[in-house]
């Protein structure tokens, strides 16, 4: 019986590890190829999925080919592999092919290991091989006779292949996740964009237009935004109304309609929807007919001159700073709460403190009205909000509310001399202007200062006082008197000065001045200067005469040699040229002199002569000049007109004849009655003098006696030069007469006016008649009786005066009975 040929362990142990490895390796190439074969597979699906949105029966069938091809790879590839028998004799021939010193031992081994020793010689030969096989063999490492160069390719390049396909995951995780869910489920189609449509608030004013809005976000890269989707309103009772929503910009869509009752509401694009969403209406609250009704008030300093103004309905107002804006607002319905919004468009001044910007309205008990003051201290804008139920608003567009600053005074008219050259220590200076304010002139004074000392301010007569406009008085009301004030060779510096009534709490009062920059100027003449003036003026007037006179010469020169010829010859034309450059000349120069004259207003009669010379004969001759010289004239028309210009210039030369005279007439005058200023001071500080002397004791004081001689005598002198004075100039003797009658008319008319008021009293019983008249002249009675102490102490001052000029004393008996008969209140008797 024959014995079987074992295989040596050691051989049998790694011929196995060899069979192993071929087994290992055919596991890898069969995943590594199956791998391979479905990630390309997958990622072209997806890459075709991702650029052409490939419909659901499309990827059905990619996805059944995919499935196809993985089975088919993984029974070829991996499965069938696998399960086929490995043979030791090829495993052998590989190692040997690997090995070739081995001389087919390996091989020759393998197959007698299986068959017994009776067909293959002796047992002892072939155990030699064994032995001698082994002993080969043992120095080799069989594996490597079996390579893994392949395989190990081919999962190299499944598992790169694999990480790219599933790298654009890491960057696009979602729509990644979204691509690969449409491949492994083909059969469902995921929405294409996720449209968010939740509205701001869920509630919405009935009958307004309503806007609702939605954002599509696409979820996949190849889709495309549609240009329109749709809103889908759902009423209470189930019926829909499909209403189009326009992109208005990228992902973002906008339908705008009007809401009548509750209802419902979802987004739809496609097949794609969004969640359904309810909506409240809620009636919204509105503004009445004519409402609001808006009353601007004027600050309480202003009542008197600002109306307060009442509109309706929302506009523009303006209102006086410090002033107040009252909104008084009718509603349609009962309002939630309403409130009025306040936006400054100033720079808040530091000191100004402005209200907040949201100021609450009082609204009724019923909720139908509603009230708020604003006080007016900045321009800004203002802006009305009334909410209902659900704080459903109603907003009305912002409209400007202008608030006008208390402006200060100006001088509308003004009518000054800038500067008065030459004035006298009693003149007054006539003042004319016009103040306007918008809101009132509150006072109009003339500051002035003497010699550069302390400025004084004392009113100025006017008009219109805390009104919009005031104006001077008439002619020799409003001036300004320098009597007392000053004395000759004083520099005065005055401008006038209007204030209005902005109250101090707002930073007032408001002044102005005129001039603004500069004060204007008097200058007290002395004596010297106004023989100075009356100089100037003579040699102007000298230099004017004798341009006249040769002007009188030109113009009869020219008429004698062109009487007898048709027209005027080159050179008589231009003799004719001349004359009325000279004339011209002539009438500048009395312009000029006016001027000068009018710088003292004592002058001024002589500068209003000047000026009706100039504008009267000087323009009528240089007119007969232009007629004579006109081409169309007779020789009989021409010496016409000459002759009228003659003439012209003769009244020209009386005029001025009568203009010397009246020059030294004024200066005379006003040499006169400066004096006659000082012979009044001299009196007034004797008369002062003499009040002393007679507080005085003489027997205590012997002196008292021989001072009150001397001031006597000194008193004397000061009459007998007053005496002088009004014999030499009758204009001042007649001016101390009008003085004395003007006195006693101011009292006539005082007590005439007493005698009416008498009349006009109720007829009541004679006790409580007279008793009444006597309470109602009282004050009078009390003015009268001023008037007699100084008519009493005139009288005194004025005896020596009189005396020395002849004239009739003041009789003070008259006004003190006229005092006496009103304090019985016999107005009667006080006439």
């Known amino acids: 019986m024959a014995t079987a040929i074992a295989l040596p362990p050691g051989l049998r142990t790694r011929i196995a590890a060899v069979a192993h490895r071929v087994r290992r390796l055919r596991f890898q190439r069969g995943l590594s190829l199956l791998t391979l074969l479905l990630t390309l597979g997958f990622g072209a699906a997806l890459l075709a999925d991702f650029f052409l949105d490939l419909p659901s029966p499309v990827r059905i069938g990619i996805f059944g080919a995919w499935a196809s091809l993985g089975l088919i790879a993984f029974v070829f590839g991996l499965l069938l592999p696998l399960g086929r028998r490995l043979d030791d004799d090829a495993l052998a021939a590989v190692i040997e092919e690997k090995y070739p010193d081995l001389g087919e031992?390996?091989?020759?081994?393998?197959?007698?290991?299986?068959?017994?020793?009776?067909?293959?010689?002796?047992?002892?030969?072939?155990?030699?091989?064994m032995r001698d096989t082994e002993a080969r063999a043992r120095v080799l490492n069989f594996l490597p006779a079996v390579s893994s160069r392949s395989a190990r390719w081919?999962?190299?390049?499944?598992?790169?292949?694999?990480?790219?396909?599933?790298?654009?995951?890491?960057?696009?995780?979602?729509?990644?996740?979204?691509?690969?869910?449409?491949?492994?489920?083909?059969?469902?189609?995921?929405?294409?964009?996720?449209?968010?449509?939740?509205?701001?608030?869920?509630?919405?004013?009935?009958?307004?237009?309503?806007?609702?809005?939605?954002?599509?976000?696409?979820?996949?890269?190849?889709?495309?935004?549609?240009?329109?989707?749709?809103?889908?309103?759902?009423?209470?009772?189930?019926?829909?109304?499909?209403?189009?929503?326009?992109?208005?910009?990228?992902?973002?869509?906008?339908?705008?309609?009007?809401?009548?009752?509750?209802?419902?509401?979802?987004?739809?694009?496609?097949?794609?929807?969004?969640?359904?969403?309810?909506?409240?209406?809620?009636?919204?609250?509105?503004?009445?007919?004519?409402?609001?009704?808006?009353?601007?008030?004027?600050?309480?300093?202003?009542?008197?001159?600002?109306?307060?103004?009442?509109?309706?309905?929302?506009?523009?107002?303006?209102?006086?700073?410090?002033?107040?804006?009252?909104?008084?607002?009718?509603?349609?319905?009962?309002?939630?709460?309403?409130?009025?919004?306040?936006?400054?468009?100033?720079?808040?001044?530091?000191?100004?403190?402005?209200?907040?910007?949201?100021?609450?309205?009082?609204?009724?008990?019923?909720?139908?009205?509603?009230?708020?003051?604003?006080?007016?201290?900045?321009?800004?804008?203002?802006?009305?909000?009334?909410?209902?139920?659900?704080?459903?608003?109603?907003?009305?567009?912002?409209?400007?509310?202008?608030?006008?600053?208390?402006?200060?005074?100006?001088?509308?008219?003004?009518?000054?001399?800038?500067?008065?050259?030459?004035?006298?220590?009693?003149?007054?200076?006539?003042?004319?202007?016009?103040?306007?304010?918008?809101?009132?002139?509150?006072?109009?004074?003339?500051?002035?200062?003497?010699?550069?000392?302390?400025?004084?301010?004392?009113?100025?007569?006017?008009?219109?006082?805390?009104?919009?406009?005031?104006?001077?008085?008439?002619?020799?009301?409003?001036?300004?008197?320098?009597?007392?004030?000053?004395?000759?060779?004083?520099?005065?510096?005055?401008?006038?000065?209007?204030?209005?009534?902005?109250?101090?709490?707002?930073?007032?009062?408001?002044?102005?001045?005129?001039?603004?920059?500069?004060?204007?100027?008097?200058?007290?003449?002395?004596?010297?200067?106004?023989?100075?003036?009356?100089?100037?003026?003579?040699?102007?007037?000298?230099?004017?005469?004798?341009?006249?006179?040769?002007?009188?010469?030109?113009?009869?020169?020219?008429?004698?040699?062109?009487?007898?010829?048709?027209?005027?010859?080159?050179?008589?034309?231009?003799?004719?040229?001349?004359?009325?450059?000279?004339?011209?000349?002539?009438?500048?120069?009395?312009?000029?002199?006016?001027?000068?004259?009018?710088?003292?207003?004592?002058?001024?009669p002589l500068a209003d002569l000047a000026r009706d010379v100039a504008d009267k004969e000087m323009k009528d001759s240089e007119k007969a000049i232009d007629n004579a010289a006109a081409d169309h004239k007779t020789a009989a028309e021409r010496d016409a007109q000459f002759q009228n210009s003659e003439k012209n210039l003769d009244s020209a030369l009386a005029r001025l004849e009568e203009m010397k005279r009246k020059n030294e007439e004024l200066a005379q005058a006003a040499l006169a009655e400066a004096n006659l200023s000082k012979l009044a001071d001299k009196e007034k500080a004797l008369a002062d003098q003499a009040a002393e002397l007679a507080a005085k004791d003489p027997v205590r004081d012997p002196s008292v006696k021989n001072e009150a001689e001397k001031i006597k005598q000194k008193q004397e002198e000061t009459a007998n030069e007053l005496k002088r004075l009004t014999e030499e100039n009758p204009a001042l003797r007649k001016a101390l007469e009008d003085a004395r009658a003007e006195e006693a008319h101011d009292l006539a008319e005082r007590a005439r006016e007493l005698a009416k008021e008498e009349r006009d009293l109720s007829k009541a019983s004679a006790d409580s008649e007279k008793a009444r008249k006597v309470e109602r002249l009282a004050e009078l009675a009390r003015k009268q009786q001023q008037l007699a102490d100084k008519a009493n102490e005139l009288a005194k001052e004025t005896k020596q005066p009189s005396q020395a000029a002849k004239t009739n004393p003041l009789k003070p008996e008259d006004t003190q009975k006229a005092a006496d008969a009103l304090k019985q209140g016999d107005a009667d008797e006080a006439v």
């Open 154 to 604: 081919l999962t190299v390049g499944a598992v790169a292949l694999l990480a790219l396909t599933l790298s654009p995951s890491a960057v696009w995780p979602g729509q990644y996740a979204d691509l690969a869910g449409r491949f492994f489920r083909p059969w469902i189609t995921p929405p294409a964009f996720a449209i968010d449509a939740a509205p701001a608030e869920d509630f919405a004013a009935r009958g307004r237009p309503l806007s609702l809005t939605a954002h599509l976000t696409p979820l996949r890269h190849a889709v495309t935004a549609p240009d329109v989707c749709t809103l889908v309103q759902i009423g209470a009772d189930g019926k829909q109304t499909r209403i189009a929503m326009p992109a208005v910009k990228e992902g973002g869509y906008s339908a705008t309609f009007t809401p009548v009752a509750d209802f419902c509401y979802r987004v739809e694009t496609g097949p794609d929807s969004s969640a359904s969403y309810s909506i409240e209406t809620v009636q919204p609250v509105d503004l009445a007919a004519d409402s609001p009704e808006i009353t601007t008030k004027p600050p309480v300093y202003a009542e008197n001159t600002v109306d307060a103004e009442i509109v309706n309905g929302l506009m523009d107002v303006a209102v006086l700073q410090n002033g107040t804006v009252r909104f008084d607002c009718k509603f349609t319905r009962p309002a939630a709460s309403a409130f009025l919004e306040w936006t400054p468009t100033e720079v808040k001044p530091e000191k100004i403190d402005v209200e907040t910007p949201l100021l609450e309205m009082t609204l009724s008990p019923d909720r139908m009205t509603g009230s708020v003051t604003v006080h007016a201290m900045l321009s800004g804008k203002y802006s009305l909000h009334v909410r209902a139920e659900r704080g459903v608003p109603t907003d009305f567009p912002a409209r400007d509310l202008i608030v006008k600053l208390d402006e200060a005074p100006q001088f509308k008219k003004v009518v000054v001399k800038d500067e008065l050259k030459a004035v006298l220590p009693y003149d007054r200076v006539p003042l004319e202007f016009t103040a306007v304010d918008d809101v009132a002139v509150a006072s109009a004074e003339v500051e002035y200062r003497v010699n550069q000392g302390e400025p004084v301010r004392e009113p100025v007569a006017v008009t219109g006082l805390n009104t919009r406009e005031a104006s001077t008085k008439e002619k020799d009301q409003s001036v300004f008197a320098l009597a007392g004030k000053v004395k000759p060779g004083d520099v005065v510096e005055y401008r006038l000065r209007v204030s209005d009534n902005f109250p101090p709490e707002f930073g007032g009062s408001h002044v102005v001045y005129y001039p603004a920059d500069h004060a204007l100027t008097l200058r007290v003449a002395t004596d010297k200067e106004i023989l100075a003036l009356r100089d100037e003026i003579n040699k102007r007037l000298d230099k004017i005469k004798e341009d006249l006179k040769a002007e009188e010469r030109g113009v009869y020169k020219t008429r004698s040699e062109s009487r007898d010829h048709p027209a005027l010859n080159p050179e008589q034309a231009k003799d004719t040229q001349r004359l009325k450059k000279d004339n011209k000349d002539t009438e500048n120069a009395l312009q000029d002199l006016a001027k000068a004259a009018e710088a003292a207003p004592l002058f001024q």
């Open 105 to 129: 031992r390996l091989t020759s081994a393998v197959e007698l290991a299986g068959a017994g020793d009776d067909y293959h010689g002796s047992p002892e030969l072939i155990d030699n091989l």
